[in-house]
């Protein structure tokens, strides 16, 4: 049926019969039938496909028409100094989960759907949300930039050659969002794309099987059909055997450096059991698996991040980590708690993840903002396996960074040899025990008589109280930028903050408040009984990156006092 009839048909069943009372059919309602009906929902989905596209384009785009036969039919912004890889989702096949599922809840047209987000050298995208189902349409487009950084700005387009060293893969990421709004990782990951070097059209189709995750990560979960290509399109090509040899000797070399990394842990893991016996007990966290379970080097999960202008100060950093949902990984069929270490990418698009995460993701902005961060790994109070962040200023102030919520602890340690301490003295952080400490650059493990984090000295420089790695084993080349003079702009963010929180609030300005949810005042004025009751409700919504959100609600009661 065209939509010309099914408007006939909205209106046909609105509008009574001759023998009928009628009152009349309002513009509004039919419009309204109209949009319950998806009739409108239709007619701009043709409009989007066969209008003209006004605007300024972008370099991501939803192509409604045949890629086959024009894989760019619609604009985009192409810097012709730059050189592109264009990446099609022409959908997916063999979703098999989702032959039967469960029906859409009223007022949803479907019970779930797919996004699919897209990281390729700092660059990240993401799809429009699909329905669920075993073929999924995605039928999407991405515009990835090549471009050598170490060339600058004003550098020459990279040449065929050149692309051949680039090893950063695609990283795909697979997310389901359900009707209430959960999200879950359905696959992750990292596309080699330089076979496109020997097409000598500049263009590659695939079918890309891609896996599960956690206890599922060796279960294919789907196929996605994509198409890669290259802009502006290269006169010359790359034999088949050399693009081969190039991948099998990296991947040579990595598996050399995993191997030699291996061997040298080993020893050192021995020369840390000789230091003590009661060693073997400490949570010194060497390597985690990740969503794919690969094991890797925890030090590998931190790499610094700028948040550029989304994130001002490092309290902020904090405040946009606790507000990613935890949400701790259990095992297939109920039992314990499973170990999985997300990328922080996959992280961020499922805007979920466990303790560890939270963790990571705090460390790397901090350390993007210049300060000395390192990841504890150790157990709360109750003898839980926690992790925390903790910064080391430049007088060796120790502050503990609690990513879940966003405290944070000032930590001095309490000497074992004196009196005890009365309970307003003692530390309030939720922490028992630390094992050891690390970052993208280091690892200690804690060598102290005691891992109590009380009495724990972090003086990490004290090779009597840490044992420390080399960095040369733990430091890969992951293309960071280490040069102050670029991250100078970076860090002066927080100094502006700063001043224009000074001058909104003033230097002797006090306010005190309490959050309605934790104080019994709230059910007092909500429950307010008087003489000309009136109440107040207001409510502030406050936006931070990867549509993370936090939500105040306040409410006020006033009435005429008898007194």
Not at 213 to 218: A, L, M, Q
Not at 332 to 355: I, K, M, P, Y
């Amino acid at each position: 049926m065209d939509i010309q009839n099914q408007i006939r048909g909205v209106v046909s069943k609105m509008v009574p019969d001759k023998a009928g009372i009628s009152n009349g059919v309002n513009e509004a309602d039919v419009m309204n039938q109209l949009r319950q009906q998806g009739v409108v929902d239709e007619i701009m989905r043709h409009l989007q496909m066969n209008g003209s596209q006004n605007g300024k384009p972008a370099t991501h785009f939803t192509d409604g028409t045949n890629h086959l036969n024009n894989p760019l039919a619609k604009k985009a912004n192409i810097d012709p100094t730059r050189r592109y890889l264009y990446l099609l989702v022409n959908g997916g096949r063999a979703f098999l989960e989702h032959l039967e599922d469960p029906e859409a809840l009223p007022g949803q047209k479907v019970s779930a759907y797919f996004t699919l987000h897209i990281y390729f050298r700092n660059q990240r995208f993401r799809s429009r949300p699909v329905p669920c189902a075993v073929e999924p349409e995605f039928d999407e487009g991405f515009l990835l930039e090549l471009h050598k950084e170490s060339a600058g700005e004003a550098g020459k387009i990279i040449d065929i050659t050149s692309m051949l060293s680039v090893s950063d893969p695609i990283h795909l990421v697979l997310i389901k969002t359900d009707a209430v709004g959960d999200t879950t990782l359905v696959s992750s990951h990292f596309l080699e794309w330089r076979p496109l070097l020997t097409s000598k059209q500049g263009l590659i189709r695939l079918s890309l099987e891609v896996l599960g995750t956690g206890n599922e990560s060796r279960v294919p979960v789907g196929v996605l059909d994509l198409q890669l290509e290259m802009f502006p399109k290269s006169t010359q090509s790359i034999e088949e055997n050399v693009v081969r040899a190039q991948l099998e000797m990296e991947k040579s070399r990595q598996a050399d450096k995993e191997r030699l990394f291996l061997v040298y842990a080993k020893q050192w893991w021995k020369e840390y059991l000789q230091i003590r016996e009661s060693h073997q007990d400490r949570l010194v966290k060497l390597f985690a698996q990740d969503e794919n379970g690969v094991k890797r080097p925890v030090s590998s999960y931190v790499k610094p991040l700028r948040a550029g202008r989304l994130l001002d100060t490092p309290r902020e950093a904090a405040r946009f980590v606790s507000l990613m949902h935890h949400e701790k990984v259990q095992a297939l069929g109920g039992g314990g708690r499973v170990e999985q270490w997300t990328s922080t990418h996959a992280f961020l698009c499922r805007n979920r993840g466990d303790c560890e995460d939270h963790t990571i993701l705090l460390c790397s902005l901090l350390l993007g903002f210049g300060l000395n961060a390192y990841v504890c790994v150790g157990t709360k109070l109750k003898g839980s396996v926690h992790t925390w962040v903790m910064t080391i200023s430049a007088d060796g102030a120790i502050t503990f960074w609690e990513s879940l919520n966003g405290h944070r602890f000032l930590h001095v340690p309490i000497n074992p040899n004196a009196p005890p301490l009365d309970k307003l003295s003692r530390p309030n952080y939720p922490y028992k025990t630390v094992g050891c400490v690390f970052n993208h650059q280091s690892f200690y493990a804690n060598s102290q008589p005691s891992d109590s984090v009380e009495v724990c000295h972090f003086d990490l420089a004290n090779e009597a109280h840490w044992k420390s790695m080399s960095s040369d084993a733990i430091i890969s080349d992951q293309g960071l930028t280490t040069a102050w003079d670029d991250q100078l702009s970076y860090i002066l963010t927080p100094a502006l903050a700063a001043y224009e929180t000074e001058r909104l609030t003033g230097t002797h300005m006090k306010l005190l408040g309490v959050p309605c949810h934790k104080s019994p005042v709230c059910d007092e004025i909500i429950n307010c009984r008087g003489d000309q009751v009136k109440l107040g409700i207001r409510v502030k919504v406050y936006a931070y990156p990867e549509s993370a959100c936090a939500t105040w609600i306040m409410f006020a009661c006033k009435y005429k006092s008898i007194v």
